[in-house]
């Protein structure tokens, strides 16, 4: 089996020598998303709310590129640059999902690409 690059207009264009996700054995693995619009380029800073949409907006679309969905998620990994936020990012993060909820960690990191304050990656089945 040979692994395929996803790329989708719907999501940000990867900022380094990455894919936005590749596809093997009927799984996609999704490099992390950070709360950057499509459209614009621009990093979404209104709030821990809004760039936590923005992120499952951007992991949904790369996902359906994929040919898979939100539903097919089986592991993610948030990384928080204040895990004081992490009740917030929670509460939005689980609007998207349903259960059984994939499994999960959370970080707690230094610093975020373009000065992000989340990012979440995700492993998730093709359906």
Known sequence: ?????????LAPSAIGP???AIAHGGLVYCSGQIPLD?????LVTESIEAETHQVMK???????AA????????R?????????????????????????????ATIQVAKLPR????EI???????
């Open 1 to 9: 089996m040979q692994q395929h690059e996803i790329s989708t207009a």
């Open 18 to 20: 990455y894919s936005q």
């Open 38 to 42: 499509p459209a614009t380029g621009n």
């Open 58 to 64: 951007n992991l949904k679309a790369v996902l359906q």
């Open 67 to 74: 040919g898979s969905d939100l539903h097919g998620i089986l």
């Open 76 to 104: 993610t990994t948030i990384y928080l640059q204040n895990l004081e936020n992490f009740a917030k990012v929670n509460d939005v993060y689980a609007s998207y999902l349903s259960k059984p909820y994939p499994a999960r």
């Open 115 to 118: 000065g992000a304050s989340v």
């Open 121 to 127: 990656d995700a492993i998730a089945r093709q359906l």
